[in-house]
Every structure is written in C-alpha cells, then in structure tokens.
C-alpha cells in the first residue's frame, strides 16, 4: 500500500519564499471602458499565486466618485458572474434599450397616468374616475 506524501512545514515555508520572489504582475491588464467613462481592469491568475479568481476593479471618469452609473454587463463581469467582458455592441445594444425605456418612461409621466396621491386612513385606495368604487355603482 502506497503511504500518501506527508506535509512537510519546512518545504511548505520554502515553496512559499520562492514564490515570493518570483515576479508579479501589480499592474491590471486594461479590459475596457464603458459608456459612462469607468474604465475596467483584470489581474488574471497565474501559476504562481493561490489565488483561484482574477483580480477585477474599475476606476471611476471622476476619482474617488464610487457611486457613479456602471453598465449591468460590466458590473457582472466585475462580480466574475460573466468570464468574459462584454463587447462595445452589446453595451451599446444594452443602452439603446435603456435609454428607449427612460423615453417610454416620460411618455407615460406626461399622459397623466399617474396614481393619485396616497392619503391616509380609510381613503388611502386612490380614487380613479374610470374605475367603480362599489361594484355596479358608477361615479358620478
């Protein structure tokens, strides 16, 4: 019977000094920029790290501004749901839609299909003229 290799502490410790003096990237690999001028990068993994995911961060258009908009295909990418970044036309297949569904949007704000405000108590249901309060009972 074969006996499994033992954990010797002493090659652990010199493996890992070795490997600490081998060369690393610090510097991220440019993946590309998004609409909204955030700028992304990538560390990927290497035989020589234990790391098993890449290194991902993007780099806001205004420096420290962490609450800017990011495109949902780049945030994924980011959050390693997606290996591979997006492509210029489908980020901006994407934000055609979005920008179609923000003109809907106002469309629909100026027709006046807006709710009614909500008041409280007993009257808090909004009131619409097209609808019946009690079934059979029109208003008046």
């Known amino acids: 019977m074969a006996q499994p290799p033992s954990r010797s502490i002493l090659k652990m410790i010199i493996t890992n000094f070795i490997n600490s003096l081998k060369p690393r990237q610090m510097r991220g690999n440019h993946m590309g920029t998004d609409p909204f001028g955030n ?3 990538e560390i990927p993994v290497n035989s020589v790290s234990s790391r098993t ?5 993007f780099e806001p258009p205004i420096k420290d501004d962490f609450q800017s908009e990011m495109s949902a295909e780049w945030e994924a990418w980011l959050r390693g749901r997606r290996t591979l970044p ?8 994407n934000l055609a839609i979005m920008n179609m569904k923000k003109i809907n949007a106002k469309e629909v704000d100026a027709k006046g299909n807006l709710p009614a405000p909500v008041q409280s108590g007993m009257e808090s249901f909004p009131l619409r003229p097209e609808y019946e309060r009690v079934p059979g009972l029109k208003q008046k």
């Open 39 to 41: 700028r992304f990068f």
């Open 53 to 57: 995911r890449p290194s991902r961060w």
């Open 86 to 93: 997006p492509t210029e036309e489908e980020v901006a297949k």
